[in-house]
Structure formats: C-alpha cells, structure tokens
C-alpha cells in the first residue's frame, strides 16, 4: 500500500495566519490527492482533488500544489472555523490510503 | 442539497454482527459509487470497501475481507454495509463516502459518522 506522510502532526497558529501543511506519498502518485478538513465531531468535508483543484464551494482561502510524491496544503487568513485537521488522501493506486492528519490549533 | 444520511451503529459484542445504512440525497444516487470509510479513536481515516454505480463490482480491505459485505440498493437509494465476525479493532466511527467524476475513491461527499463499539 502507498504510505501518506503528513508533517507537521500538529501546527499551532494565530487568526489572520497563513499556514502551509506537507503530504509525502511513498511512491509517485502523480496528481490524484485529495485534502479534506475534519472538524471535531463531524464528518471529513472535501476540499481539493486532483491535487489543487478547489471542490465547488471551498473558499480560495484554501490552494493546494504538487505532483509526483511532495503535496502541500496552504490555508491562508486563518479564521476560527479553519482550526481543526486536515488529511490528504491518495487515489492513484489501490486502495486508498489518507495521511495520518495534521491538527491545526489556535494559538 | 446533497446529503449523506447514515444509521446502524450500536454496541455489540465481539463475534455479532451489525447492520450500516446511508441513504442518499440530493444527487443522482446511481450514478455514484459508494465507500465506506472509518475512523478509529484517535486514528486516521481508513478505507473499508467500495461498491460500484450497479452493485456489480465490489471491494474491500484486507482488514475485512471475508467479514464485511457490502450492497445497494438504487431504488431506495442506499448503500448498506453488512459487518460480522466483529472484532475489538473494528470498533470505530463509520463514514460513508461518495465517489466522484474524479474517480471512485475521490470523495466529494461524506455522511456523518456511525458509532460501533465491539466489546470484547
């Protein structure tokens, strides 16, 4: 299976913050990672697919980039409702596999 | 508005068997392929099975394989998952998830999560 490795696990940022989360995936997936964001107690909300290709209705606050095995996830003008955990997701190759998740937390 | 409804969860014991439903709406439902995905406390999110638009194709973890079946069915809209043989590491929170026109495990669209709890 292809292994997903998020950094940081967890990221400490203030409201008006722009914070950049990093998705490594053990072997070439090209460009077929998704992002989603998790908040506690709901269901995981897609954010991106294709890499950086914002889902309808996602602000532009939020850009996605990368291709091969290095993705990154860049929040900009963070504001309360954006504190919560991002996993990326690759389905390039069966099965699927999500990253381990980073927990954005105010600071 | 596209929704993801899912009910079934409980408490049950180790070696049972347990029942998940998620009904569709808001969006054309057979034309959608289906996952299952969950979470376990404190754990990421892990994929369990898929099913496609007509039922016919149907895959699934190596963790559940041979104990975990899913199904549809279009007419009601919903896709079911039929859990047995539950073990302790089953225990988790249920997501279902729809597959998109960027591929069937691109997830535009999760139901909120089902509790099961295995006791041991």
């Known amino acids: 299976d292809i292994q997903m490795t998020q950094s940081p696990s967890s990221l400490s940022a203030s409201v008006g913050d722009r914070v950049t989360i990093s998705c490594r995936a053990s072997q070439d997936i090209r460009n077929f990672l998704g992002w989603y964001q998790q908040r506690p107690g709901n269901a995981p909300k897609s954010l991106i697919y294709?890499?950086?290709i914002l889902q309808s209705g996602v602000p532009s606050k939020f850009s996605g980039s990368g291709s091969g095995t290095d993705f990154t996830l860049t929040i900009s003008s963070l504001q309360p409702e954006d504190f919560a955990t991002y996993y990326c997701?690759?389905?390039?190759?069966?099965?699927?596999?999500f990253g381990q998740g980073t927990r954005l937390e105010i600071k | 508005e596209e929704q993801l409804q899912g009910s079934g969860g409980g408490l049950v014991q180790s070696g049972g068997p347990l029942r998940l439903s998620c009904v569709g709406s808001?969006?054309?439902?057979?034309?959608?392929?289906m996952s299952w995905v969950r979470q376990a406390p404190g754990k990421e999110l892990e994929w369990v099975s898929a099913?496609?638009?007509?039922?016919?194709?149907?895959y699934y973890a190596d963790s559940v394989k041979g104990r975990f079946a899913i199904s549809r069915d279009n007419s009601r809209n919903t896709v079911y998952l039929q859990m047995s043989s539950l073990r302790a590491e089953d225990t988790a929170l249920y997501f279902c998830?729809?597959?998109?026109?960027?591929?069937?495990?691109?997830?535009?669209?999760w139901g909120r999560g089902i509790r099961v709890a295995v006791s041991s």
């Open positions: 099913i496609s638009v007509t039922g016919g194709s149907t």
């Open positions: 998830a729809k597959g998109s026109r960027c591929g069937t495990y691109c997830f535009d669209l």
């Open positions: 808001g969006f054309t439902f057979s034309g959608s392929p």
């Open positions: 997701q690759q389905y390039h190759t069966y099965p699927p596999t």
């Open positions: 294709a890499a950086s």
